[in-house]
């Protein structure tokens, strides 16, 4: 019985492709997939992608070194895009800052920066300014501020989210990691915290789930650029 129904039409409806989770499918059903979208010559995007599963991926289609770019503590495999970037002196019409709590958090982080990037939004990532050294996130405040939404990634206690929230105008997107010990129950307590922040308008995702982040301040970018109808927005979206 065949598993495979890849959704090409999902660019046309939706304004960006259909991502193909790794995790929970057989070798066989995920290298079916890769070599369909690859035939169809469709921008790939594959996430929680273990190294050791890559490596059995590739003695079957060794041409995806070549083709795609895969970061291992993202887990994240993409076709080879360049970021639309703009011209000396030009400003970005979208760009995003992902800051983290702490370096624990890099994996979801890079999650989310690798999809970002495979949708062609330019972003910066900020490391370790958690709550703990309060200073850090202060130090940085006006590079952040300058970016159209913020992905905040903490663990533990989430406080993090509940800070940036109240620093910046932006939307932000805030996603609980299951990074700390007994207490932090595996990203529970920091579900918590951000769900029942008193700062105002937070969106928070799932617990570790900083594709679906970027994947929101993907469809934030789709949105403005419509609106805007940009031409280079119109190239991107195309």
Do not use: W
Request: aromatic residues 4%; negative net charge; charged residues 20%.
């Amino acid at each position: 019985m065949c598993m495979v129904n890849f959704d090409y039409g999902r660019m046309s409806r939706m304004g960006f492709g259909e991502t193909v989770l790794a995790e929970g499918k057989t070798l066989r059903d995920l290298v079916e997939i890769l070599q369909a979208v690859l035939e169809k010559n469709a921008p790939l995007l594959v996430t929680r992608l273990s190294a050791s599963v890559y490596q059995t991926v590739l003695e079957a289609l060794p041409h995806l070194a070549e083709t795609c770019h895969y970061n291992e503590h993202a887990g994240v495999l993409r076709s080879h895009r360049e970021v639309s970037l703009p011209s000396p002196g030009e400003t970005p019409l979208f760009k995003v800052a992902i800051v983290t709590a702490g370096t624990s958090d890099r994996c979801v982080a890079e999650e989310s920066l690798e999809t970002l990037m495979h949708h062609q939004i330019p972003c910066t990532l900020f490391g370790d300014v958690g709550v703990s050294g309060l200073h850090r996130i202060l130090n940085i405040q006006e590079k952040v501020q300058a970016a159209d939404c913020v992905i905040c990634i903490a663990g533990m206690d989430g406080a993090l989210a509940s800070v940036v929230g109240g620093l910046f105008k932006v939307p932000i997107l805030a996603v609980p990691t299951s990074t700390g010990y007994g207490a932090s129950g595996q990203g529970q307590a920091a579900l918590s915290s951000m769900l029942a922040t008193c700062a105002n308008g937070l969106s928070v995702m799932n617990i570790d789930n900083g594709y679906g982040a970027a994947m929101a301040a993907v469809r934030l970018r789709n949105m403005l650029f419509l609106k805007l109808e940009d031409d280079r927005g119109r190239k991107i979206l195309n």
